[in-house]
């Protein structure tokens, strides 16, 4: 099936609402900060016929998101929703190569217009987007910045619940304390259980390799974004002498800088998110790039509404080379989420099977 087959009535109502999404754990910080809270905005876009699609969009200020700035680009743009003759996808979102809208605007407004086709045509969305049934993917679960442990015993909470892949933070403040957090970690999951290391920027080249072989002996398969994230160089450096997987998530901010350190063989992976690439089009062209070259493609964080983890999921389900964990739980670690309908099951997260996104608001 098609997008292209299914038309959708004239929009009729565009609504925009402010999401606050606290943290069961208040003190939940990476490397590049703390945050008590999770915050975004949903998009309701219905049209004619009273049908809703869902859009949703989390703020990112490390990549000079702030929600205060989406907000107000969201608010402004539902006024070319409102104005639309038809469901016209390039006049709301442009083509996925676009830059006229920040990333995130972007893929709230293709998430929902994803949504509302799907919802029309009586069919979950992943049917549309060539996808596969019955897809279930493990879920990553991602450990904060703690103690060692204080780390331990939350990974071992989360593997008594059947999760069985975990990402650590780390922050080289020092790295001896980085080592003894992950070696506390392996401790407390076991050998069988994935575990990837996520620094957010915060080694040097030099550092990350020398970090590499200090835990050569944990298992650990993937080191995220070890390097600030306009170091492409920096990044391939440590690709060429480390024993890890080098997984690039910041420096992934667009299909540019995707195309970008493909083309320079900078990374071994890469970490691909709706709203850093500006929706779900944008992700599969981008895991489809990595799979031409033969570079391994996830499925990141969408730290957030379960709106967005659906959309995310459902993109998954398309793309045969993407690899079969991803962060799709971290919904778990919020409250207040605006809607439900997916939830993570023995450690893993299945694509939805009503129509649309499969998710409903609460």
Known sequence: MSLQTHEAAPISDVRVRHVVMPKEDPTWRFALGARADSVGVLLEMEDADGVVGLGYASEVPHLGYD??????????????ARQAPAL???????????????????????????????????????RLLGGRSGVTLRVNRILALKTPDEMAAVAAGLAAEGYDHFKIKIECRPMALDIARIRAIREAVGPGAVMTIDANQSYTAKEAVILGEAIADTGVQVFEQPVPRGDIAGLRWVRTRSNLTIEADESADSLESVAAMLKAEAVDAVSLKLSKL???????????LCAAQGVGARIGAHVGSRIMNAAALHAASALPHIEPFAELGEFARLTNDVARGLEVVDGGIAVPTRPGLGVSLV
């Open 67 to 80: 929600i205060d700035v989406l907000e107000a680009v969201v608010r402004a743009r539902t006024a070319v």
């Open 88 to 126: 016209d996808r390039q006049a709301l979102v442009g083509s996925p190569w676009q830059q006229s809208l920040p990333a995130p605007v972007r893929s709230l407004f293709d998430m929902a217009w994803h949504d509302l086709v799907a919802k029309k045509a009586g069919v979950p969305l992943y």
């Open 278 to 288: 500006g929706g779900i089009d944008a992700l599969m062209i981008a895991a489809n």
